[in-house]
Each structure stands twice: as structure tokens, then as C-alpha cells.
């Protein structure tokens, strides 16, 4: 979700983005919508077994873990890496804040003053920190089926976490060997907590953030690093891809999608990725909206249904024409010029 590939490279990945930010709107559209009890089509099909929207979280770690990884390969030391993320990830961040500051103040309904309301103030430094995630300004959609300004904001402190941890790689990138076995130590460590101890360690928290959510999206990511150490394109090849499809797909027919999703989903999505498909490997032309969708998506959906209440139907198309809107408005004014600002200085 975070890092840009050059539109020269023919390849997939920013199709992918767009793709997996979609996925996670139409999901939360239901539970935004008050329907929370209906499931979207896919977990229909799965019986239950994925969502749309963890399909979506689940590529965009995977993607992120491939990518960041080659990022810090190529970073000549721990402060340009760092630089790259920052400006990658703060610059849009900081924006879709300040206008959700800007829309508070629009449809502000508390009881008390809204320069009185503490949780108003708060709500700037607190997700700018990352670590302090505050989703609810008080008198603020409180009619809503879900309080939460913007909801989704919550999985950025884990990836950045892990762009931390990647840099922390830098004491050792001269022993690529070592390095090698590190991650796929830490991969089975966090992949053997998952399936055995998941009931322990889920409710931890570390920072704010959850131990369950930390295993999951971080497996991911540390398969997809794994995936770029191993140079996954060297091995890529449409009958693996294939093979992938049918192995994930029975493993849904006979209900054990969640036992084998860490080992089969990161390579089916780097592979699908770097299968390029004409028009699709071209997608990057016009930018990449991916992250602005995402960051933008649940306050434009909560603006919506305090404002109209629309069917489900009509509330998924409105929300996703409407975050591409400004998933593109957020590339091309904001993203895109600190990226030029990171090319320039790093």
C-alpha cells in the first residue's frame, strides 16, 4: 500500500493496490451501513472463511513486505530508508487529517462546544503518532451505525512498525546469509504463535496494537520479504500461479483457508503481480491512487450515510467512485511531490 513501482517496470502491483483498497470498501460497507450481520459475497462464497476487506489487508502486507524489503536493499544506509517511509506514508496522512479536522467542524453535534471537546484536539497528534490511533471525535456520527471518524487508520502504525524492523536489518546487511536466516526464523516463530498459541498471545498488546493482528499482518509481510530475499521473480511462472489458484481454492472447499493462507496467499499475489496482463501492467499511467483511497474511504462512506443513508448497493458504487476521486486528488497533489521531494534530496 505504500510504495509506488515505476511505470516503466511492466508488472501488476499497482492494479493490485487499487484492487485490494476496493476490496477493503465494499466490506466495510456493510458494517458502516448497519448491516454488519450480512456478509459480502466473498465470505459467502468461503463460507465465512475471508472477507473482501482481509483479502485486501492481507495483499497490501504481502506487496509492502516484497517491496520495502528491495526499498532497503537499495537504501545506501538506515537514514535514507527511514526518509523514504516517512515521506511515503506521513505527507497524505497528514492531510486526510487535517480535512477530517475541517469536516468535524461542518457536522459537529456534541453537547458541549467543539473547541471545549478535548477528544477534538487530541485527534491530530494522536493518529499523526501513529501509536496513539484515535478513531472517535465525540458529537461526531454519533448517529451512525460506527463512531469512528476514520477507522481504518489503524493498520498504518503496524506497517510502519515493520518498516522499523526492516531498518533495524542495516546492523547485519553486509551478511546477507545471516540476514536470510533472521527472517525466516522470525517467519516460523510468528507463524508457529499463530497456529498454536494464537489464543494467548491475541489479545497482548504492544504499543496499542494487537498481538492477533500483529501475527497475522505480520506474517504476511515477513513472507513477502522472505519472497524478495529469495528474488521470487527468478522462480515466477504462470503454472505456479495456477497451481496457487486451485491449491487455495480447494483449501476453501474443505474449510482450511486460515491454516495455509501465510504460506500460499504471498506468493500467489507477488506472482499475479509480476505476471504482466496488457492494459492492466499499464494501470500505473495515471498514478497510483491506492493509499489515498484507502486513508480517504471511511470518512467519505461516514459522510454519506449521515448524510443520505443510501441502500447498500448504491452506497458501495458512491463510495468507491468518490474515494478513487480522491485517491488520485491525493497521488497526484500530494504523494507523487514528496516522492519528487525524496528522489531529489535522498
Not at 8 to 13: A, G, L, M, V
Not at 159 to 184: D, G, N, Q, T
Not at 228 to 247: E, Q, R
Request: with cysteine; proline share 3%.
Amino acid at each position: 500500500m505504500q510504495n509506488h513501482l515505476s511505470s516503466c517496470r511492466e508488472n501488476n502491483f499497482d492494479f493490485l493496490r487499487f484492487l485490494f483498497a476496493v476490496f477493503v470498501i465494499i466490506t466495510h460497507s456493510y458494517a458502516l451501513s448497519g448491516l454488519e450481520s450480512q456478509q459480502d459475497l466473498l465470505q459467502q462464497i468461503t463460507n465465512n472463511q475471508v472477507s473482501f476487506s482481509s483479502i485486501g489487508l492481507s495483499g497490501f502486507f504481502v506487496i509492502s513486505g516484497y517491496f520495502i524489503f528491495k526499498s532497503f536493499e537499495r537504501s545506501s544506509h538506515f537514514y535514507e530508508y527511514l526518509k523514504k517511509r516517512v515521506l511515503r506514508v506521513f505527507p497524505a496522512l497528514l492531510v486526510v487529517l487535517l480535512l477530517s479536522l475541517l469536516l468535524v467542524g461542518l457536522i459537529y453535534e456534541g453537547k458541549t462546544p467543539l473547541l471545549l471537546n478535548s477528544s477534538f484536539w487530541t485527534y491530530l497528534p494522536n493518529n499523526l503518532s501513529l501509536y496513539g490511533f484515535q478513531g472517535v471525535i465525540s458529537g461526531v456520527f454519533e448517529g451512525n451505525p460506527y463512531h469512528s471518524v476514520n477507522g481504518s487508520l489503524w493498520t498504518i502504525r503496524y506497517e510502519f512498525s515493520l518498516y522499523i524492523a526492516i531498518a533495524l536489518l542495516f546492523f547485519i546487511k553486509r551478511r546477507p546469509v545471516l540476514m536470510a536466516i533472521l527472517i525466516s526464523f522470525i517467519a516460523v516463530l510468528m507463524l508457529s504463535i499463530y497456529h498454536v498459541w494464537i489464543d494467548k498471545f491475541a489479545g497482548v498488546k504492544i504499543l496499542g496494537m494487537q498481538g492477533l493482528h500483529i501475527l497475522n499482518l505480520g506474517s504476511f509481510f515477513v513472507i513477502g520479504s522472505l519472497l524478495a530475499i529469495a528474488d521470487f521473480i527468478k522462480w515466477n511462472s504462470k503454472m505456479l500461479v495456477g497451481l496457487l489458484c486451485i491449491t487455495i481454492l480447494v483449501c476453501f472447499k474443505i474449510g482450511l483457508y486460515n491454516e495455509v493462507k501465510h504460506i500460499l496467499l504471498p506468493p500467489l499475489i507477488i506472482g499475479l503481480g509480476f505476471l504482466p496482463v496488457k492494459h492492466i501492467s499499464n494501470f500505473s499511467k495515471f498514478g497510483d491512487p491506492s493509499y489515498g483511497i484507502y486513508i480517504y474511504a471511511f470518512p467519505v462512506q461516514q459522510l454519506l450515510i449521515y448524510l443520505y443513508r443510501p441502500s447498500i448497493a448504491v452506497f458501495i458504487i458512491l463510495s468507491i467512485f468518490i474515494s478513487i476521486l480522491f485517491g488520485y486528488l491525493s497521488w497526484h497533489l500530494i504523494e507523487k511531490r514528496a516522492m519528487l521531494y525524496k528522489q531529489r534530496r535522498s
